[in-house]
């Protein structure tokens, strides 16, 4: 037999042979690291989407509050602000954040968990909560909030005050200052902010 032959012949025979389980499970794993990477930015995309969404929920309730009530001086006294027909009707929640059919609101992180609004008059500050936050939300909510007009913050339970309500200067939370108090486990934790209307 010819070299050209026995060359061809041993072609033959790979081409038959397949691939082994090694080279499988090489392209395998190289897929799944392609495939992770994927998922983790797409996921990584998606938790920022959420999190500028509910700045923008926030900011969206303020102003709301702002042009509709702000020059008429409600006591409410730090009490729940009642969602009704008329809230609706003026716009005052963005339409994403109802819940059809109910006057409750919802947040992006948990449909189900409940945003909070009230006042506190004597301080002329609307208040926003969202409850039910994991962990990681809770940290980028509080990181991304606008500080421009926001005189109070509560995270998880503690809260910091800002001037114009006390005397300044008080430094607004630090990052890993913001980590450390979004340590409730599950959902269990909450973001509160109050602004100056």
């Given at each position: 037999m010819s070299k050209a032959q026995l060359f061809h012949a041993n072609a033959q025979r790979h081409a038959l042979r397949g691939f082994t389980l090694t080279e499988?499970?090489?392209?395998?794993?190289?897929?799944?690291?392609?495939?992770?990477?994927?998922?983790?930015?797409?996921?990584?995309?998606?938790?920022?989407?959420?999190?500028?969404?509910?700045?923008?929920?926030?900011?969206?309730?303020?102003?709301?509050?702002?042009?509709?009530?702000?020059?008429?001086?409600?006591?409410?006294?730090?009490?729940?602000?009642?969602?009704?027909?008329?809230?609706?009707?003026?716009?005052?929640?963005?339409?994403?954040?109802?819940?059809?059919?109910t006057f409750n609101l919802s947040n992006p992180w948990?449909?189900?968990?409940?945003?909070?609004?009230?006042?506190?008059?004597?301080?002329?500050?609307?208040?926003?909560?969202?409850?039910?936050?994991?962990?990681?939300?809770?940290?980028?909510?509080?990181?991304?909030?606008?500080?421009?007009n926001l005189v109070w913050e509560d995270i998880s339970g503690t809260s910091v005050v800002f001037p114009p309500l006390v005397p300044g200067p008080v430094p607004y939370y630090t990052v890993p200052q913001i980590s450390a108090l979004c340590n409730k486990a599950g959902t269990g934790n909450d973001v509160g902010v109050a602004y100056s209307i």
């Amino acid at each position: 037999m010819s070299k050209a032959q026995l060359f061809h012949a041993n072609a033959q025979r790979h081409a038959l042979r397949g691939f082994t389980l090694t080279e499988m499970a090489i392209v395998l794993g190289i897929i799944g690291i392609i495939l992770g990477a994927i998922w983790a930015a797409a996921a990584q995309v998606y938790e920022n989407n959420r999190t500028k969404m509910a700045v923008s929920e926030i900011l969206t309730i303020v102003n709301n509050w702002r042009s509709v009530y702000a020059n008429q001086r409600m006591d409410t006294g730090g009490a729940w602000l009642v969602m009704n027909t008329a809230s609706i009707q003026n716009k005052f929640v963005p339409d994403e954040m109802l819940i059809p059919g109910t006057f409750n609101l919802s947040n992006p992180w948990n449909p189900y968990a409940s945003v909070n609004i009230y006042t506190y008059d004597a301080w002329n500050v609307i208040r926003v909560d969202y409850n039910g936050l994991s962990q990681s939300a809770c940290v980028r909510l509080a990181s991304a909030i606008s500080t421009n007009n926001l005189v109070w913050e509560d995270i998880s339970g503690t809260s910091v005050v800002f001037p114009p309500l006390v005397p300044g200067p008080v430094p607004y939370y630090t990052v890993p200052q913001i980590s450390a108090l979004c340590n409730k486990a599950g959902t269990g934790n909450d973001v509160g902010v109050a602004y100056s209307i």
